[in-house]
């Protein structure tokens, strides 16, 4: 079993910047691709970025490209949304998640087993 917890989130100005942090526990954290969505009200959760386990390799959406960084620390069993030029429709409940392989091709929510309850990202115009 594998828990999650996010944390960093809060309100920020547009063009601001926040680091969401996702802590992991239970089983071997380095051993499962990571991944953050979001989800607006009203709105379908959305990928926005994955980090393949125990390396750099990265996937980001499209429209947070240049702006959003993933990391992970396996030693604190850590993955990290450095998020830059935040925009007000960029508003949502982000949230980490986690599976056993690696695809980039497949962001469907739904076959990442563990999530975390998610953290509220707000960004003013």
Do not use: H
């Amino acid at each position: 079993q594998v828990q999650l917890v996010e944390s960093g989130g809060g309100v920020v100005q547009a063009g601001g910047s926040l680091r969401l942090s996702c802590a992991g526990s239970g089983r071997t954290f380095s051993s499962f691709s990571m991944s953050w969505f979001r989800q607006a009200p009203g709105k379908e959760r959305e990928f926005v970025a994955s980090i393949k386990w125990g390396s750099t390799t990265t996937y980001y959406t499209d429209s947070v490209k240049g702006r959003f960084t993933i990391s992970r620390d396996n030693a604190k069993n850590t993955v990290y949304l450095q998020m830059n030029s935040l925009k007000p429709e960029e508003t949502a409940v982000y949230s980490c998640a986690a599976r056993r392989y690696w695809d980039p091709a497949d962001s469907r929510s739904d076959t990442y087993r563990y999530w975390g309850q998610g953290t509220q990202v707000t960004v003013s115009s």
